[in-house]
């Protein structure tokens, strides 16, 4: 089955950030065409999705073997009608602008005791927000929080239920040996999360 | 609707974390809601079925809660009664 069409971009063999680079580096090259990336893992199929959604792209995905093959069709060129979820936007409707940089897991200096309590209790009051954040990154030890058996689990699994994107960054949970233990969101890259620190609302925690 | 224990220090809201995390007793760390307090502090939020367990804890371990509340969010917090 051929699943290629437009520019190829072939980042098979690639490990994140790579193939979202050399994607980027197409569409700033040939903007409004079609491009055809192709992965071998789930990370990168997931983070170039992401990045083609980010760039209004539509993006479709077909699988040959171990092998993705994400289709990006620039949005002008994308005539298909857009039937809108109803729950879709109502869940939405409660999600801002705001970036969240998750930098550590723990809130504050001084006491990092304290500051364990705190990020427990901060949590907590985003889940319970009228307006949550659009996005919440995780960054070095912050990465720890969207582990398996982080105290963190219930109340960041409602703020993705909620809409909020999650997401952490896969080098640092590489450091710390827990890539393979995420419990919630996605696993992201120092590329994307930078592009989110030069474009959008952050605040840094 | 749940119970929210308020504490007349953070040493005991973080001292009951520690036991009730220890004990694998569910509850959440949370800061004192708006429509009881307006002063920042922690508190510890249950499910109403727990209180009893909770209290046998907190009295086992010295831990003085200030004031103890029916909790729902939006509403007039309502005293529960025998938090004295």
Redesign the interface.
């Known amino acids: 089955m051929n699943s290629t069409k437009g520019i190829i971009v072939d980042v098979r063999g690639s490990l994140c950030p790579k193939p979202v680079i050399e994607t980027k580096q197409v569409v700033d090259k040939a903007p409004g065409e079609v491009i055809t990336t192709i992965v071998d893992n789930e990370v990168s199929r997931d983070n170039v999705e992401k990045f083609g959604v980010s760039k209004g792209y539509s993006v479709t995905i077909a699988q040959e073997g171990k092998d993705f093959y994400l289709t990006l069709v620039p949005g002008d060129m994308n005539h298909n009608d857009v039937t809108v979820n109803i729950d879709t936007l109502q869940e939405s409707a409660h999600v801002g602008n705001r970036v969240l940089l998750m930098t550590k897991d723990y809130l504050g200096e001084g006491s990092e005791?304290?500051g364990r309590?705190l990020m427990?209790?901060f949590w907590?009051?985003v889940v319970?927000a009228d307006v949550k954040p659009k996005t919440i990154y995780f960054i070095n030890s912050a990465v720890k929080m969207v582990v398996t058996d982080s105290?963190h689990l219930d109340n960041l699994k409602e703020l993705a239920k909620a809409g909020v994107d999650i997401a952490a960054c896969g080098i640092c949970l590489d450091y710390y040996g827990v890539k393979d233990q995420v419990d919630v969101g996605t696993i992201t890259n120092l590329y994307a999360i930078t592009d989110s620190l030069m474009n959008e609302a952050v605040v840094k925690l | 609707m749940d119970i929210v224990i308020v504490f007349t220090s953070y040493y005991f809201a973080d001292k009951l974390d520690k036991i009730l995390t220890a004990q694998g007793i569910a509850f959440k760390l949370i800061a004192v809601p708006p429509e009881i307090s307006d002063a920042c502090g922690m508190a510890i939020r249950i499910q109403p079925s727990l209180i009893d367990t909770v209290k046998a804890i907190m009295k086992d371990n010295h831990i003085s809660p200030s004031h103890i509340y029916w909790y729902t969010r939006g509403e007039e917090p309502i005293v529960y009664k025998g938090s004295q």
């Open positions: 005791e304290l309590n427990k209790t907590t009051c319970e105290v």
